[in-house]
């Protein structure tokens, strides 16, 4: 019996690395450090909805990577949350049509189908609501309105083609095109990171600092609200709810009188928005943001709403400080951010979809008044250009005119320049 039991035992642990998968939760696994979840990141299955069609994903991809949608033809929803990296812009705030700056940070898409809300105020519940706005925000793509999106699209026969096949007939609607890109944003997820491995058995897929990290996470409390599989605020324990509506959320800062809280608030410009009282006119709701979702978070800098923080251990130092009470030393900081680092799942392959393309003729309008009216507006940019900056450099190089003497100082100088360098490097040797 005894024995039986041992190699029982023994047996288990020799395929326990690779079917733990399977048996995770059948199984008590012996952690070396307890983690916050043991729910792995969901699988695809676990999101994916009814009528997730492969054809209607690739539609919906190639309208995510669409810039003929927005009034000046380049922006795409990929131009601010750029699937080629980590789902953002990686900038401050975002840049819109026109080159306007908005007022607040994109957030990564990657994972965006398991969350409950969308939005840093949450003000909308599902992917297909969000996907509404962007196409007319003023400072984003800046359509007039959704018909002339929609129009654009429905004039070009390719797309009327793939609506047919996806939806039946080949109306371009609001609802199809938004149902079309939330359903290729589900697929938008990173599986497998060395945290979810951890999890599932794999008890040595993360290194002692992170393991040391995971222990400092808990014990500050950071837990309490990047909590659930995607670390983005579902309160501990509780099941999933992808695009529930429900709001989980936070006023950052919650500790505004910690002193080294009041510091990053100033420096980071933290209480300038109104957060989520923007939508419920509800003073309670003011400087309150969803929880962001913690993974891939080692990808997604600058942090927070504001765009503000440059890295990733300011922005542990700043939630320490307004969110837990606590000042952190520099190796909780490094703990934790390692930690983080296991949170970096696999990004799927991607590739560029080919758009469909009009046959001789351009999906833009061509709208000669506007062209004019641009041209006009700016005064003839070219003299103001030749008059600031080629003038310039014309007064400091007469010899602008032949770019062959250019060429040539250049090369000289380049020259000179190595041989700089090999004379130091001789002299050091010796
Ligand atoms: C000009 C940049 C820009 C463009 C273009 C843009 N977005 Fe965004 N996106 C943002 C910003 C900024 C936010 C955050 C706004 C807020 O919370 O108020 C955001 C938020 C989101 C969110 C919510 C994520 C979360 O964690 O809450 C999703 C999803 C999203 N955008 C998808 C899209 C889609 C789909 C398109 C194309 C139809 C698109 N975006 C076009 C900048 C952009
Ligand atoms: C009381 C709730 C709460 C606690 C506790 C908390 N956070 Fe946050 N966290 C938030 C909210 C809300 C935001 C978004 C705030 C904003 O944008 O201004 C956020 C944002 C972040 C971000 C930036 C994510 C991004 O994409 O910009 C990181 C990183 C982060 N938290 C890590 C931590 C760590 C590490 C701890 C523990 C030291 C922690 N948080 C504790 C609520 C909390």
């Not at 035992?9 to 995770?24: E, T, W």
């Not at 290729?184 to 897929?205: C, F, H, K, M, W």
């Not at 979702?293 to 939630?319: C, F, K, S």
């Amino acid at each position: 019996m005894v024995l039986a039991l041992g190699v029982c035992l023994l047996s288990m642990l020799a395929v326990g690395a690779a079917s733990a998968q399977d048996d995770a939760e059948d199984e008590e696994i012996d952690y070396p450090v307890e983690p916050p979840t043991d729910q792995p990141l969901p699988e695809y299955e676990e999101v994916r909805q009814e009528g997730d069609t492969e054809e209607k994903v690739a539609l919906g991809e190639m309208l995510y990577f669409e810039p003929r949608i927005s009034e000046t033809g380049t922006v795409s929803c990929n131009t601010c949350h750029n699937v080629m990296e980590g789902g953002d812009d990686s900038r401050p705030t975002a840049s819109g049509v026109h080159g306007q700056v908005g007022p607040i940070a994109s957030p990564t898409v990657w994972n965006s189908a398991f969350h409950s809300t969308q939005f840093w105020d949450g003000r909308a519940d599902t992917l297909a609501e969000q996907a509404e706005g962007p196409i007319v925000a003023d400072v984003e793509m800046g359509m007039p309105d959704h018909e002339a999106a929609l129009d654009r699209v429905s004039n070009n026969e390719g797309y009327r083609e793939l609506f047919e096949e996806v939806y039946g007939d080949d109306e371009v609607t609001l609802d199809r095109v938004t149902d079309a890109i939330a359903a290729y944003e589900r697929t938008l997820i990173t599986p497998n990171s060395s945290y979810d491995r951890y999890v599932q058995g794999e008890t040595d897929a993360l290194t002692e600092q992170q393991l040391d990290g995971m222990e400092t996470f808990q014990e500050v409390g950071c837990d309490t609200c990047h909590a659930g599989p995607a670390f983005s605020g579902q309160g501990p324990g509780t099941a999933f709810e992808a695009e529930s509506g429900d709001f989980y959320g936070h006023p950052n800062p919650t500790y505004e009188d910690n002193e080294q809280c009041q510091e990053y608030v100033d420096r980071f410009g933290l209480m300038e928005n109104p957060g989520r009282m923007g939508v419920t006119d509800d003073e309670a709701d003011e400087f309150v943001y969803k929880v962001p979702t913690l993974r891939n978070v080692e990808h997604t800098a600058p942090y927070l709403h504001t765009g503000q923080v440059t890295n990733l251990e300011d922005a542990i130092r700043v939630m320490g400080a307004c969110q837990n009470d606590e000042e952190l030393d520099d190796e909780q900081v490094e703990d934790i951010r390692a930690f983080l680092t296991s949170l970096t799942g696999e990004y799927p392959e991607m590739t560029m979809p080919r758009l469909p393309t009009p046959s001789g003729e351009s999906m833009m309008p061509f709208d000669e008044d506007a062209q004019l009216e641009d041209v006009a507006d700016e005064d003839d940019p070219f003299e103001e250009e030749v008059d600031d900056e080629v003038n310039d450099e014309v007064d400091d190089e007469p010899e602008e005119g032949l770019p062959g003497f250019g060429a040539i100082v250049g090369l000289a100088a380049l020259i000179s320049a190595a041989g700089l360098v090999a004379l130091r490097r001789i002299r050091a040797e010796e």
